[in-house]
């Protein structure tokens, strides 16, 4: 049993020309608005690939609540401890120009009042878990009592990097994060550490284990990742070459996939090659959750060294 305790979205992304100038109105090309967030599309992958997920978080009651919702629903998520409240239902602005470039506005909205009170309502569910999944997205109280309250594998999808008490980072089994929240990460463990000349993501990875993290995923893009396992020993997983066509949410595609595979009792690494196969099938597929594949899906195969 996994659950996620984070974020629930609804994105709207609006392909323009060029970004506007402030007082400048624009017109766009396209729209489109899906379910999003890190927390949901995590939950999401998991389900599809036949975990058994209940998500913690909360939308609010404006009409984007469904649109948050409706894949969460249709994967079959135990959304018990999904609240509704007056609030605003999370969005996400995302303005892509013609060379892709992309700026983001995130309003967080309902996803504020997942604290640790909130955790704390579903604390026989997050005790339980043999996997308890959280990302940068809710307060860090919320965080922080999930952390506490996990008796089976804590993983910490640290995105956005927030500020965490030093021992939540050390129950990660694995912190999950991109090359540049690595860096992040571990400036916050080590302020005084010094940064060797040529230092690679390999050395930045190793250091994460040294700085106290029970294992580490560095997911590296169309590079793949790199897993640092409970011995310290260090793998390279290659990712899958694909035609991309739109990587959002091929990280939480990556995590929700991993978490499914550790909730079986897969090893890290194993976990982690799946996890690639899953991740780069997502970059196929426009959208995020919609990206997402089930167990009837073909996944493209990793290449062989
Ligand atoms: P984030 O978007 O969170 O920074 P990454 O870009 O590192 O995450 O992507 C997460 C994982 O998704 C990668 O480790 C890889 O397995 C897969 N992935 C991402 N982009 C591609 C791509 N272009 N081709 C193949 N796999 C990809």
């Keep these: ?33 899906g379910p999003g967030g890190k927390g949901a599309n995590q939950a999401v992958a998991a389900a599809r690939l036949g975990a058994s997920v209940a998500m913690v978080g909360a939308v609010g009651d404006d009409a984007n609540a ?8 249709a994967s079959g998520l135990d959304r018990t401890h999904v609240r509704q409240a007056p609030r605003a239902t999370g969005l996400a602005i995302v303005v892509v120009d013609a060379d892709g470039e992309n700026s983001i506005i995130v309003v967080p909205g309902a996803n504020s009042l997942v604290d640790a009170d909130a955790v704390e309502a579903a604390a ?11 990302q940068g997205e809710i307060p860090a109280s919320g965080t922080i009592r999930a952390a506490e309250l996990s008796s089976g594998r804590f993983v910490l999808n640290l995105a ?31 302020r005084d550490r010094e940064i060797p000349l040529g230092e690679t993501h390999s050395d930045v990875a190793l250091a994460l284990i040294e700085a106290g993290v029970r294992s580490v995923v560095m997911t ?14 260090l793998t390279s997983v290659p990712a899958a070459t694909v035609t991309a066509v739109d990587s959002t949410g091929a990280g939480d595609a990556f995590v929700g996939a991993l978490v499914s595979r550790l909730a079986e009792g897969e090893s890290l690494v194993d976990a982690a ?4 196969r899953v991740g780069a099938f997502a970059c196929t597929r426009p959208g995020a959750q919609e990206s997402y594949p089930d167990l009837d899906d073909e996944l493209p195969a990793l290449p062989v060294p």
């Design 124 to 134: 026989d569910a997050v005790r339980t878990a043999h996997v308890v999944v959280a």
């Design 1 to 33: 049993k996994v659950v996620v305790v984070g974020s629930i979205n609804v994105d709207l992304s609006v392909d323009v020309v060029r970004h506007p100038m402030p007082g400048e109105t624009l017109p766009g090309r396209d729209v489109v608005m």
């Design 220 to 233: 590296l893009g169309a590079r793949g990742s790199l897993v640092v396992d409970h011995q310290s020993e």
């Design 66 to 73: 469904a649109v948050a919702l409706s894949q969460i629903t």
């Design 273 to 276: 090659r799946f996890a690639s």
């Design 160 to 190: 956005p990097v927030m500020e965490l008490p030093v021992e939540v980072i050390h129950k990660a089994d694995p912190l999950v994060v991109n090359e540049h929240e690595a860096g992040l990460v571990l400036a916050m463990l080590d």
